[in-house]
Structures are given as C-alpha cells and as structure tokens.
C-alpha cells in the first residue's frame, strides 16, 4: 500500500515537473487557469493503481498519454505545439531517465534499487525532476526548441507528423522491448517483433496516404486559386468592356458624323451584338441621342413610350466630363433594362421622364414588367432576369459616388431613378 | 370623407363638372368636400400632401400653367396611390395608354364627347369598388417595393430559399421575410389556406377542400389547401 502511495507521489512530481517543462519550453506566457493543474492528481491515482497491480507495460502507455491530455487540458493550446513539445519532453525526460539509469548502474546504489524499494524510485524520480529543472531552464535551449518549431510549421506537408508518429512508435517499442527483456519474456519477444513489423506497415501505409493527400489537396489549391484568378480576369474584362461601351455612346451623342462612325467602329470591335447607328444621318445631340440610339431598335414594336423632358439646361455643359460620361452609362444601362423588361408584357409602356432642379438633374425611367424578382438580390452582382452573361449593370453603378440610383417596384411598374449632381462653380 | 377635387381652367368645362358633382355625388352622401381650381397652387400642394383621406382629383391635362395635369398627376402619385385619377382631355390616344400605366389614372375623358355621362358612370364605379387601393408597402436595401392588396393574388412560403413569394397578377417577388411578418402588413382579405399560404379570399373563384386546392379568377389552380384552416376560411367567406 506504501508503494501505491510512492508511485502517487512520483507520478504527482513528474506530471508537475513536465507541466512546468511545457511552460518554460514552448515559452507559454498567457494567463491559464491554474486549477485545471489539479488534473494530474487523478492521472497520478490511476497511475499508481496500474503499478499496485503490476501493470507496468500499460502504466508505460497510460503516462505518456496523461502527459499529452495534461498539457492540452491546461495550456489549451493548438494540437501540432502540444504534439511537437510534449514530444519533445517526453524525449528529454526518457534521455535524462537512461542518462540517469546508466550512471546508477556503474555505481553500487544501483543494487539498492534492485531490492525494488519504491521509496527508491521516488528518490530517482526526484532527482530526474532537479535535472529537468535545471535543463528547461536553460534559455538557449528554449529558444532553439521554439526555433526548430517555427521552422517545422512552415512545412505544409505532413513530414512532421509523421516523423513524430514514427518517433512515438519507435520510442514505444523500444520501451516495450526494453520492460520485456528486463522482466524475461522471451518467447513473446518474437511475438513482439512481429506486432512492431506491422504497426512500422501500417505507418508507412499512413505516411503514404498522408503524402498523397497532401499532394491532392496542394494541387486542388493551386486549381482554385488560378481558376479564381481567371473569373476574376473575365469579369474585370466585362465590367471593363461595358463601361467603355456606355462612355463611348456618351461621347457619340455629342460628337460629329466622322467621330460617330470611329465611335461605331470601337464599339463593333468590343461588341459584336450591338445594333448600331450608323445609318442614321444626324444623331441627336446630350441625352436625348442615347435616348434615341437605344429607342431606335424598337422604333417597329409595339412600344408604348412617352418622354416628359423638362430639362431646359444644356446637360453637357452643367456636368463635369466624369460627370457626363456617368449619366449616360447609367441612362444606357437603365434603358436596355427597361427596354428588355416592358418588351415583355402586354403593355409595353415606357416613361422617361426628365426633370431638373438647382443643383441637380433627374432622369426616372418607368416600365411595365412581368418578371419573377428576387428583390433581396436586385442590384447586386450577376443577378439578372435575362440569359445568364448579363446583371453587371446595375450592379455595376451603384456604389458610384457622383450618381444616386433609385429603385422602387410600384404594382406593375418598375421605377428607376438616376440622380447626378450639376457641377458647381 | 371623400373629396372632390376639381382642377380645370376652362370655366365652362369646370360648370358642367360642377353639374355632374350635384347630381352624382352631392344628392346622395352628405359627406362629400368638392373643390375647385384653375391652376396649380400653394393650396393645392397641400392638399395633395394631405393623405389622411380619399380623394378624386378630375383635372385637365392641358392647363394654361407651366405645370399640367399630368406634372399634377405625378405629384400626386409620389406620396398618394389611393386616391383616384380622372383626366379631362383631348390628348393623343399613345399618351393616354403611357399615362393610364403609368399613374394608375381611373380615366380618359373627352372634353367634347359626351363627357357628362362619362364622368356620372366613372364616378359612380369609383364609388362602388369603394376605393379599393390599399396597398402593401415593403422595403430593403435595394428596392421599395408597393403593390395594390387587390392585385396580389396570394403569398406562398417557399422553404428551401426561406424567403416569401409573393404572386401579383402580372408578376412574382421573393422576399426574405416569413410569412407571419408579411400576414401583419395585410388587411382582413387575406386569410390562410395552407401553413405556407395566404390568400386574398377576393380572388379566389372555387375552394375544393377534398382535393386541397383552390382556384383563382385568373384561373390559376393553386394546391395550397389544407383542410386545417377550413373553419377560418369558411367563417370569413
């Protein structure tokens, strides 16, 4: 019974010994519950109950596992620190154990511990707790430790863990082997070797998997960051694309014959399913042209369209050339969306109605539609009613800073309304 | 109350309105408030503005002000979608079919073609569907969204989207809400046929409880009947 209370008290010591290890190792300074430190008490009592029955072969296992869960449980930290320097505990305190072992074995206080008194193991326990005080306390080591640990979590691939999980077993088998010898089980040594064969297999086996799991999931990442690169390309191209269609309409309403047909012809080079212009002998000039430009395809349908135009001020002089170039890709957008969408119903009506205040013109635009709308997702990016290729419009002006867009759903109507500020100067 | 609101240039044309008034409206309910106007005014604004009643406006769309009847119309109809729209004109049939869309306008009215009669009948139809422009007013951050109670025809809960659908007569909407928020928006029409469905009982032509569905006046066939809601929806209809 005094020796299950020695072993308690040795398992106490080097659990405690191993937790304060782990702070100074891996540099631990946060703050951590300091009851959670209490766990090694249950550890130490299981501990000691496996050596009152003699299981030494399973104490062996359970220790090193209590000394995993313990640093885990009270410094919380992530599983890859916890493996790499619970390992490397393990590793020192089994080193300093055999370092320890070896010098009592060339001296005569050995044949004392042959006569198997606990108390003399606690002694030893002790004194292998004093030398891996003094050990983690060295700074130089700590901060190699911490070094080598940096360097090792760079490293993507799975070497790591499979390099601990091979020293894991290693170790293992070498103490398997070792309690096997020292206690003479020899005829099941051969059983031994053969359990150490497979479980080196089945490593490998994993490593293996590992390996090619890591080089699937490497190669996916790569695939996913490319093919993101390349949507992201498109897309630019597309947004890119339509703004310069609706600048260059912009510049077209307002310039000569010779300018709209070079106009046409940059148009035709970035879009070849525009219906043009061109055969148009005058363009109208400001607004009133895109209004025409984008009428003009309807100009034989059943359109119903009226224009409330109550703007008396030249628009092109009242707005900066940003300004201008604005409005009309938001006029052009809006009015290729209405256009589409009242093409569809019975009524096909259309409103433009155009107003200006003081300090700012106002273009709404109102069509009947007969859609199903998601309108948590209207306006937001390539969401579109029509074929797919389309919905970078809307979304595409709002956010703008010197236009305000408005949109509003009334019965059957779809209002939009396009606000710019006149240049002040 | 109801008011009348008259606004006409010509002074003969705004006598025979004058006439309809007193014969139609005045002789049969007391609580009729007629005004009348030859231009757009201060006064008129505030009227306009004044949405705490039911108005009729009969108005000229040619006045002889920079603003018309239609720029009126407009005013109107950006706060105020329940009162009525009656246009004394002579204007091209194209801008009144813009119009009548547009401004949910009740009527186009001939000045020179047997107007009086015209104006009696609307009039008279105003009164019977009683006003019926109640709307359901919804917004995000996207859009604001205003649709006529008596043109939706019923809401369905759809639950893999977790959104509203919304059927209108000519279109549908999705709306990320629930169906107990949007029952809270609408008016005593509506009434629920189905855990995931409501449905304005005015637009339904046929129940067929042993089979679960119903049937709309558009014709639709909807399956969103359950025997459940039947006591609710035999109380009411």
């Known amino acids: 019974m005094l020796d299950t209370i020695y072993c308690f008290i040795a398992g106490c010591m080097i659990q405690g010994i191993l937790i304060y290890g782990y702070r100074k190792i891996s540099n631990f300074q946060n703050t951590y519950n300091k009851k959670r430190i209490l766990i090694i008490i249950p550890f130490a009592l299981i501990m000691a109950v496996l050596n009152y029955y003699n299981l030494s072969s399973v104490h062996t296992i359970c220790s090193i596992f209590f000394y995993y869960i313990d640093y885990a449980f009270i410094y919380r930290q992530n599983k890859n620190k916890v493996l790499f320097y619970g390992t490397v505990l393990w590793l020192m305190t089994a080193l300093v154990d055999m370092i320890t072992m070896f010098t009592l074995s060339i001296t005569s206080i050995i044949e004392l511990f042959s006569s198997n008194l606990m108390i003399l193991r606690v002694v030893d326990t002790m004194a292998i707790c004093l030398i891996m005080y003094a050990i983690y306390n060295i700074k130089s080591l700590n901060q190699n430790l911490s070094k080598v640990y940096d360097k090792i979590k760079k490293i993507k691939f799975p070497y790591f863990k499979i390099f601990l999980i091979i020293a894991v077993i290693t170790s293992l088998g070498l103490t398997f082997f070792a309690i096997m010898q020292q206690k003479g089980f020899s005829d099941i040594k051969n059983i031994f070797y053969v359990l150490v064969a497979c479980v080196s297999i089945l490593a490998y086996s994993y490593a293996t998997i590992l390996y090619r799991n890591y080089v699937l999931s490497e190669t996916k990442e790569y695939l996913i960051k490319n093919n993101e690169f390349y949507i992201k390309m498109i897309n630019d191209y597309r947004v890119l694309k339509h703004n310069i269609i609706h600048q260059l309409n912009g510049i077209k ?34 607004i009133s042209g895109i209004i025409y430009e984008k009428i003009y395809n309807y100009n034989q349908t059943e359109l119903q369209l009226s224009i409330d135009n109550h703007i008396e001020s030249s628009v092109f002089d009242n707005l900066t050339p940003r300004s201008y170039n604005l409005l009309c890709e938001a006029l052009g957008v809006l009015l290729d969306n209405s256009l589409e969408a009242c093409m569809k119903t019975t009524k096909k009506t259309l409103l433009i109605d155009m107003n200006e205040t003081e300090n700012s013109y106002s273009i709404k635009i109102i069509n009947t539609f007969n859609e199903t709308l998601d309108l948590d997702k209207l306006g937001t990016a390539k969401y579109t009613t029509h074929k797919s290729g389309h919905g ?34 | 109350m109801t008011s009348f609101i008259v606004i006409e240039d010509d002074k003969k044309t705004q006598e025979t309105i004058k006439e309809v008034l007193r014969r139609v409206v005045i002789s049969k309910d007391h609580n009729i408030n007629i005004k009348y106007y030859t231009k757009y005014s201060k006064e008129l604004r505030e009227i306009i503005n004044d949405t705490s009643h039911r108005k009729v406006y009969i108005m000229d769309i040619e006045l002889e002000t920079k603003t018309s009847g239609i720029d009126i119309a407009k005013m109107i109809r950006e706060i105020d979608w329940e009162s009525e729209i009656i246009f004394i004109t002579s204007h091209d049939k194209m801008f009144e079919t813009v119009y009548r869309s ?15 009669d015209r104006l009696e009948k609307d009039i008279e139809l105003i009164f019977k569907k009683n006003f019926d422009n109640k709307m359901l007013t919804v917004s995000n951050r996207n859009v604001d969204l205003q649709i006529f109670y008596r043109s939706i025809t019923y809401i369905t809960r759809d639950k893999e989207e977790r959104k509203v659908i919304i059927h209108t007569d000519s279109n549908i909407f999705k709306l990320n809400m629930n169906l107990s928020d949007i029952s809270q928006l609408l008016d005593d029409r509506f009434i629920q046929s189905h855990r995931s469905c409501i449905v304005n009982r005015q637009r339904v032509h046929e129940w067929n409880w042993p089979k ?15 025997k459940k809601f039947k006591k609710e929806v035999e109380k009411v209809c």
Do not use: C
């Open chain 1, 253 to 286: 309403s307002v310039s000569n014959k010779k300018a709209t047909n070079l106009i046409n012809d940059l148009i035709e080079h970035y879009n070849e399913n525009t219906i043009h212009t061109q055969y148009l002998k005058n363009m109208p000039t400001g």
């Open chain 1, 392 to 425: 970078i419009g809307l979304f595409s002006l709002i956010g703008r800073k010197k236009i305000k867009i408005k949109t509003s759903i009334i019965n059957d109507l779809f209002l939009n309304e396009i606000t710019i500020l006149k240049t002040t100067n």
């Open chain 2, 102 to 116: 547009i401004y949910e306008v009740f009527d186009f009215i001939e000045k020179f073609y047997n107007m009086e």
């Open chain 2, 212 to 226: 679960s569905y119903f049937i709309l006046d558009t014709g639709e066939k909807v399956d969103y009947l359950s």
